[in-house]
């Protein structure tokens, strides 16, 4: 293989991998706080919408991922509510975001831009290249010609690890998921941090759906999330609930994401749904061999009640 | 001496029962006040008052002469009350350093300053010789040395009165020396300390006055100088430790169940066994006495078949057992009363029909053709009859057990356990946390067993329990047992002193 | 009486979910500017309203019914089985595969192509629970990315192996393989029977036999079970094999009566349908039953509630999505401390006010 192959590879598997590391990192700022939400599906489809409409109504694709954000928060304050305050399954209730979020979401589609009809397109992000370091030859292409997303998606895993590993702030945060009593006995608001965390998700989730619509697809189409939702969740545990770990795991499903691609061109006769599989069968086997035993969070997925007894 | 903190006539009530009634409680600048009553006596909710986690249902409590509002743990933290739980409140994944540290509010700034703050804390563990290894995990110490971090954690957050709640019950000899140690440092620089304890030899030995609770009310405060530990026992308890009523026996028979030499998990003192060996003959209750955490849980699991043994063997009437699966030892006859109840005795969300008959259901009594068809009739009708037989107090058998009080789900898996007609029956704690009628109740079923010539194990934290119900007394310590003794008239002070390992 | 207060609770919930979802589909239809009331009445009319609307909607529920199912024995016995429809798929693909190779046809055929949809459902949701008693893993991820795996794998079928002409899709299977209408007026096929008799056996068999209590108690409460002597490790991979078969026979089954042939977007969204219906139908086999055809009846009155009203199908997704949120919130509800103590003070002083 050429080293221009190599070079789209990378920057395809990049490209690939940052809604899912958005998403990715939205599960790990709920885990963390020791909330399971496999609603993220759901999440990055209503942020997906909402980003493709205000882009599409006002053109700035910044506005799009705002309103990504805001839609992701809105619907996770319901998983939010339900689960911290009710002590609802996180689970169940997950699913029920996955049901309800893109129910919605194609429903205002619909409401706003009719049944058929003509294909509805926005325009993308535009990439910001880096003055001098875009020159440099292979490298300069993938690392500093992207869109601003891009880099700030990669600037969450730093911001993420500090926040967790030197402030104050992180530390409690953690201690939520781990164990929510200790950090009680402390003063620490449990509850509100619960809370916090699912905002927090719930705008990462929007913000990596609303990245699917304004700087990689042009147009909303149902299911446009395809399992990324998923997959992220795998992502969190293959990363061991850290950022870089995180990132390394995204990277990884983005590569297998854009070699199925390349496959998919290149040989034939396969039928390509078999280099489709690659991701999802990737995913299985990561896990099958890392094993899932007694990691994470302590207290993830446990309901949390003030006063028992 | 100058007083620290006082508790007014506090008064907390659960529904129609009061965990605590008219408490006054003191404690002086550079004192250790030692807190005793039995399990139940309501050291647990008072504490938890004072540390923020209950509210009072009435009663005040003032710091320094002042009256304050305690309505939050975090509240507590603030008004210098530091509370060392005896499940210890630590974050297992995180270092020594992030626990002590977390949910500092007096460091300014976003980040943490590691330096500054490392150069506090090893200040406050030299001067009251809390040695702790700042970068190890939790999971990597010792509980001596997590107790350590609990008290420096404390101290950081600028405790001036310091709870250990138990604080003994996990340590090694050697190691509440070290507590000692550290709590004479604590008094001589002025903090004052809440023990926790019902280990008679070491409250005398540490304390400075004693008030001694009794369901849920404050019997009286003694200062240490002028008690002992019979004098003290008797106010615990209330009443001189009473005869047994029931008839001791002595029976021979082929053992129904044997265990030789057996070790389990052998390097942990509180959670192992180190070369067990005993027998249970039919008609009999051996009792087994021991301060919790001495091996007990695992006792009772291997009897069950829950766990295997990694050493040794276990014979059930007469023959050795090769697989160690809960079905295989109900098959062959034995029965078990758990520990926990709800975790590990009832499925709680099933109605009371179902749970007595949870182990029975293949049999032609309850379904045709071997479990194929329930018969739910018969299901009915039989748990109607032990509702009654048992004194089960529900409104139907229809209802969740989880919703019956403890004492009646208890006697739902009693009767359960009764009914299978067991060789064995090992019961574990089981009054723990009932009222007085249900417990008279329990022993009555057990000594009815017994006379049915069922052998049965005793596993009970109560003293007093073993000492009414025991035909043999076997005393465990760090796995081992320290001696046997007989039921009839034992030796109290010997037996008591063998529980704490001499 | 206390059965019947709790059945009561259980029944009240998901129907005061079902009024407040229509509630606020009513609020988005008038913000559409359509009659609700009109909108409803299609709505249930296109449903029920003659009796080939009648035949169409249990036609629809037929495949939802096995996923529900299929949800519904996997979490009785404790494990979440998200993997119903890459289980419905596999079966209906390697079901699909298997008569048209061996060229079978006629009553053989039917139920070769059934039993085969079973084992390879059952199979394939052998594998997330063989991973989660040995590995440890987390059932969910697994089953959904095995969802994306066999919706890919029938692509393969219908695109290269076994395409038919210029379509990406499969030929038809044999007219002789194609179930018959159980009743010639109605259009709902003999597949619509299998799905509720497959219900009202494995009710007998959760709620009758031993082995379902069982499995029933090992969902509930795991360690109590093994030691009370159940094989608890055993129970989780059953309910794994057979909530897998259940979805695969009806994938096979679907197939023969009103599918045929395998096709782009065949099954989607069914997994997750089947997860939230027998949720709503509280895990009890009869009640996910009837909760499959009303929801298949929400999608098929939809559609003449579009034609006739304009207001566009979406609604109704919207409507069955809220149910779940709102049921499962309120089952949520029921179960806290502080709704118990308010219940008990309401109902305590309901009996002080009637001496």
């Known amino acids: 293989m050429s080293m221009d192959v190599i070079s789209s590879i990378v920057l395809a598997a990049v490209r690939m991998a940052v809604p899912l590391l958005l998403i990715a990192m939205a599960e790990l700022w709920s885990e963390r706080a020791g909330m399971v939400n496999i609603g993220l599906e759901g999440l990055a489809a209503v942020g997906a919408l909402a980003g493709f409409m205000l882009t599409f109504y006002t053109g700035n694709t910044w506005a799009g991922i705002l309103a990504g954000a805001v839609a992701g928060i809105l619907v996770n304050l319901i998983y939010a509510y339900a689960t911290v305050s009710l002590c609802a399954n996180h689970t169940v209730y997950g699913m029920a975001i996955n049901l309800l979020a893109p129910a919605l979401a194609s429903f205002i589609y619909r409401v706003s831009f009719g049944t058929g009809g003509g294909l509805n397109q926005i325009e993308l992000m535009k990439g910001v290249a880096i003055p001098v370091l875009k020159d440099i030859p292979f490298l300069g292409d993938l690392l500093f010609n992207q869109t601003p997303m891009v880099y700030l998606a990669f600037a969450l895993v730093l911001f993420t690890n500090i926040y967790f590993r030197k402030t104050k702030s992180g530390l409690n945060f953690k201690s939520v998921g781990e164990h929510p009593k200790a950090a009680a006995t402390l003063g620490i608001n449990v509850i509100g941090i619960k809370y916090l965390s699912c905002v927090i998700c719930g705008a990462l989730a929007g913000i990596g759906g609303a990245y699917l619509t304004t700087c990689y697809s042009t147009t909303y189409t149902e299911g446009i999330v395809s399992g990324r939702g998923f997959i992220a969740l795998a992502a969190v545990i293959f990363g061991r609930w850290n950022g870089t770990g995180v990132m390394g795991a995204c990277l990884f499903f983005g590569l297998c994401d854009a070699l199925q691609i390349r496959l998919q061109v290149s040989s034939l006769g396969v039928p390509y749904q078999f280099f489709q599989m690659i991701p999802y069968l990737a995913t299985v086997v990561v896990l099958a061999i890392i094993g899932s035993k007694k990691a994470g969070p302590k207290a993830n997925g446990l309901p949390y009640r003030k006063e028992e007894r | 001496m100058e007083e620290l903190m006082r508790m007014e006539h506090i008064s907390k009530r659960f529904g129609n029962f009061y965990a605590n009634k008219d408490v006054n409680l003191t404690v002086y600048r550079g004192e250790v006040l030692t807190l005793l009553g039995e399990n139940g006596a309501g050291k647990s909710t008072l504490m938890n008052i004072l540390i923020g986690l209950y509210q009072p249902t009435e009663g005040k409590i003032y710091l320094n002469g002042k009256e304050e509002r305690i309505d939050s743990p975090g509240q507590a933290v603030k008004l210098g009350i530091g509370m060392v739980h005896q499940h210890f409140m630590l974050v297992e994944a995180q270092t020594v350093f992030d626990n002590i540290i977390l949910g500092d509010k007096r460091s300014k700034g976003i980040f943490i300053n590691r330096a500054a703050r490392r150069k506090e804390i090893l200040e406050l563990s030299e001067r009251y010789g809390l040695d702790v ?123 129904v169940v044997k265990l030789e030499d057996v070790r389990y998990n052998e390097t942990n003192k509180h959670n192992g066994l180190a070369g067990v060996s005993m027998e249970i003959r039919p008609g009999e209750i051996v009792g087994i006495a021991g301060v919790d955490g001495n091996g007990q849980t695992q006792l009772a699991q291997l009897i069950t078949g829950v766990i295997g043994p990694e050493k040794g ?162 005393v465990i310590f760090e796995g081992q047992f320290m001696g046997e003794f007989s039921g009839k008239n034992p030796p109290i002070q010997e037996i008591s002193l063998a529980m704490t390992g001499k | 009486m206390e059965k019947l207060k709790k059945s009561l609770t259980s029944f009240l ?9 229509f509630l606020i589909g009513a609020i988005i239809m008038v913000a559409l500017g359509a009659n609700p009331g009109k909108a409803m009445a299609s709505l249930f009319k296109g449903a029920f309203g003659t009796t080939a609307a009648i035949g169409t909607t249990l036609n629809k529920a037929t495949p939802l019914i096995f996923t529900a199912l299929c949800a519904c024995f996997a979490y009785k016995c404790g494990v979440y089985n998200l993997g119903g429809e890459g289980q419905f798929l596999f079966g209906a693909t390697m079901g699909f595969v298997v008569v048209h190779c061996l060229k079978l046809t006629g009553i053989v055929g039917i139920i070769v192509c059934i039993l085969v949809g ?29 969802n994306y795996v066999a919706t890919l794998f029938m692509g393969v079928i219908y695109t290269s192996w076994i395409r038919d002409t210029n379509m990406p899709q499969t030929p038809a299977v044999d007219t002789s393989l194609m179930l018959s209408k159980v009743i010639p007026s109605m259009r709902f096929t003999w597949s619509f029977i299998l799905a509720v008799v497959v219900g009202l056996v494995m009710y007998y068999c959760l709620y009758w036999t031993s082995s379902g209590f069982k499995l029933r108690a090992v969902g509930l409460n795991m360690t109590a079970s093994r030691f009370n002597g159940f094989p608890v490790k055993r129970y989780i991979l059953l309910s794994f094999i057979i909530s897998g078969a259940i979805a695969g026979m009806g994938g096979a089954a679907d197939l023969l009566g009103t599918q045929y042939r395998l096709i782009n977007g065949y099954g989607n969204g069914y997994g997750f349908d089947g997860v939230a ?79």
């Open chain 2, 133 to 255: 290894e700042l970068d190890a995990k939790i999971t990597e110490i010792s509980v001596g040395a997590q107790q350590r971090v609990e008290i420096l954690k404390a101290l950081y957050h600028g405790a001036e009165l310091l709870i250990l709640d138990e604080p003994t019950a996990a340590l090694t000899d050697i190691e509440v020396e070290g507590l000692f140690a550290i709590m004479n440092k604590l008094k001589s620089e002025g903090k004052s300390v809440i023990f926790i304890s019902h280990k008679m030899r070491e409250v005398l030995h540490i304390s400075d006055r004693i008030t001694i609770l009794r369901a849920g009310e404050v019997i009286t405060t003694v200062n240490c100088s002028e008690t002992d530990g019979q004098k003290l026992a008797n106010l615990m308890i209330g009443r001189e430790l009473t005869k047994s009523q029931y008839e001791k026996k002595e029976v021979s028979g082929e053992p």
């Open chain 2, 313 to 474: 063997h276990v014979h059930l009437a007469g023959s050795k057992v090769s697989t160690f699966d809960p079905f295989d030892f109900i098959e062959s006859g034995v029965a078990h009363v758990p520990e926990d109840r709800n975790l590990q005795g009832l499925i709680g969300d099933m109605s009371i029909a179902d749970n007595l008959v949870l182990k029975s259901t293949e049999t032609d009594q309850f379904s045709h053709g071997k479990g194929l068809f329930l018969k739910k009739k018969d299901i009915n009708s039989y748990a109607e009859e032990l509702v009654q037989k048992y004194d089960i107090r529900c409104t139907s058998i229809d209802q969740a057990v989880r919703s019956l009080s403890g004492g009646n789900q208890q006697k739902v898996i009693l009767a359960r356990e009764i009914e299978s007609e067991p060789d064995l029956l090992v019961v574990v704690h089981p009054t723990r946390g009932l009222d007085i009628g249900a417990t008279r109740f329990v022993h009555d079923q057990m000594i009815a067993a017994r006379e049915r010539g069922v052998g049965i194990l005793l596993i009970s934290a109560d003293f007093d329990e073993v000492l009414e119900m025991s035909d043999r007394i076997l």
């Open chain 3, 13 to 21: 919930v998901p129907v005061l979910s079902v009024l407040l979802a």
């Open chain 3, 118 to 146: 079973a084992i390879a459902g059952g199979i394939w949701g052998m594998i997330p629970g063989i991973l989660k008693i040995t590995r440890g893993l987390n059932e969910m991820i697994i089953s959904i990315m095995l």
């Open chain 3, 277 to 355: 219906m027998a949720l709503i139908g509280q895990l009890h086999p009869i009640a996910t039953v009837i909760v499959a055809i009303f929801f298949a009846a929400l999608r098929v009155g939809s559609t003449s509630m579009q034609v006739a009203t304009g207001v566009p199908t979406s609604v109704s997704d919207i409507i069955q999505a809220l149910v779940i949120v709102f049921s499962v919130a309120g089952l949520a509800l029921t179960k806290l401390p502080e709704f118990e103590a308010l219940r008990l003070r309401l109902f305590h002083k309901n009996a002080k006010e009637g001496k």
